[in-house]
């Protein structure tokens, strides 16, 4: 056999454009790879979900390649440890109760776990808008290539529709944001200062709908609050994840 360039040509476009199209409509969207949407979306995958995580960057993972300024280590608080082991994430008991992990490791088995659960990744695309029509619903999102975005250039994006979506788009809560710049009426309060125990404790409260259809996970969670910010801290990453897949999943009847 002869290798046919042509050939891996087309094999890539028909395989991307099939999925593509397939995912024109889907039950939930997953906006941003870091911790808390790769969770959400593993385990909405893991629930019989048809679900998609749509990523700006090149690279899934987010936040927590960089682990804690560049040292490549996270820590998960004991409430917590439950999801490394469901991850096959290795730890070390650091002290009682605060358990250090590799964060490319952490990375690596969330995002194989995502792909075992039939999740699909878009990665290099970018939400750039929501659509809310007269249903006062998040009913689908406006994408473009991340590229696009970043030349400046004036290419007009596609629409994907989804029953439920999640911003998971970390500090900057982009999704929420979006809503409240259009006079959504979502308010965006904004993070507040580092107070970890803080944090972690209330991040659960917060991971809930917060306007029809758009649920927030992970740091957007509090950052749509006003909470806290946390460190380099993940368990309440991980288990916002988690509870935003609970709701989600709630919400579809699964
Ligand atoms: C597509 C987008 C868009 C968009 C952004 O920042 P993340 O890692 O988010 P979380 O909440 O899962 O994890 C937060 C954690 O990493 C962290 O920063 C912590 C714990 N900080 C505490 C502290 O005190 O600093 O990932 C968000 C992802 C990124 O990969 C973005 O590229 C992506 O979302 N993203 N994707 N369309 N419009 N906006
Ligand atoms: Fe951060």
Redesign the pocket.
Known sequence: MTLNEVTISRAILEEQHRTFIDYLEMDAAV???????LVCAALLGEKGVRCAL????LSI????WGGGMMFPRIVVQEGARRLLDRFDIAYREFEPGYYVAKSVEAVSKLTAAACDAGVEFFNL????DVMVRGDGRVGGLVINWTPVDMAGLHVDPLTVACTCTVD?????A??ARMIERKGGGLPVKGESF?WAERAETRILDHTREVFPGLFV????ANAVAGEC??????GG?FLS?ERAADLVAERLGR
Do not use: C, L, N, Y
Request: no cysteine.
């Open positions: 906006i941003g790879g870091g911790p808390s949407g749509i990523e700006k960057k993972g987010g936040g927590m695309t970018t939400v750039e998971a788009t970390g500090h900057d982009m999704i580092m996970a992970g740091m957007a910010r946390m460190g380099p801290i993940f990453m994840g």
